[in-house]
Each structure stands twice: as C-alpha cells, then as structure tokens.
C-alpha cells in the first residue's frame, strides 16, 4: 500500500512558478514509476509528466515540455514538478500517481496509487 500526499499548489500569475511535491510512504517507494496528472473543472484527468523508478526516463506532455521539470529523490520518498512559465490553462488540480510497473505512464489506467491532489491556479 502506498499513500501519497502532494502539496505546494496555489495561486500564481501567468509566467510565475511553482514546485508541487508529492511525499510517498511505504519502504518500496523507489520501484515504483511516479507521474503528475492534472484535472480542470468539467475535464477529463490528463497526463502531465512520469518519471522511472531510477529517474532513467522522463515523460511530459507536449504542452508544459521546456516548462515543467519532474524529478524525484528515492532517499526522501519524494516526487517532485517544477512548473516554470505558467499560463491560464495549467489551471487544474494536480494529482501525484504511483506505479508498481505497468511500462506505460501516459493513461490513468497505469497507475494504481493516487494522492487527493492540490490546485494550481494561474491568473492572467
């Protein structure tokens, strides 16, 4: 069983940032693949970044490559998303993912672990 917490959400102005992070328990934390999805109101939760469970591989949707930056520290049980240049439709809820090794990282089918999510609102 694995219990994820994210937080650093929040309210920020279009080309601000900020870093959501995502605490994870459990001792087999470093196995497992990590993603970000994110859900706007009345939208299907979509796919924003993965990472593998060694950090070998990195995913990212079209729309936030070159702006977002996932990475994770196994020491800590921590994922991390660094969202730089931030615009109106990252509006969303952010929700952290977890994996046992499915290979895939792109639907929400692949995941088995979710957090309960954190806002990101951007104003413009």
């Known amino acids: 069983q694995v219990q994820l917490v994210e937080s650093g959400g929040g309210l920020v102005q279009a080309g601000g940032s900020l870093r959501l992070s995502c605490a994870a328990s459990g001792r087999t934390f470093s196995s497992y693949a990590m993603g970000w999805f994110r859900q706007a109101p009345g939208k299907e939760r979509d796919f924003v970044a993965a990472?593998?469970?060694?950090?070998?591989?990195?995913y990212y949707r079209d729309s936030v490559k070159g702006r977002f930056t996932i990475s994770r520290d196994n020491a800590k049980n921590m994922v991390y998303l660094q969202m730089n240049s931030l615009k109106p439709e990252d509006t969303a809820v952010y929700y952290c993912?977890?994996?046992?090794?499915?290979?895939?990282?792109?639907?929400?089918?692949?995941?088995?672990?979710w957090g309960q999510g954190t806002q990101v609102t951007v104003s413009s």
């Open positions: 993912a977890a994996q046992t090794g499915s290979a895939a990282y792109y639907s929400t089918r692949d995941y088995d672990y």
């Open positions: 990472i593998t469970w060694n950090s070998g591989r990195k």
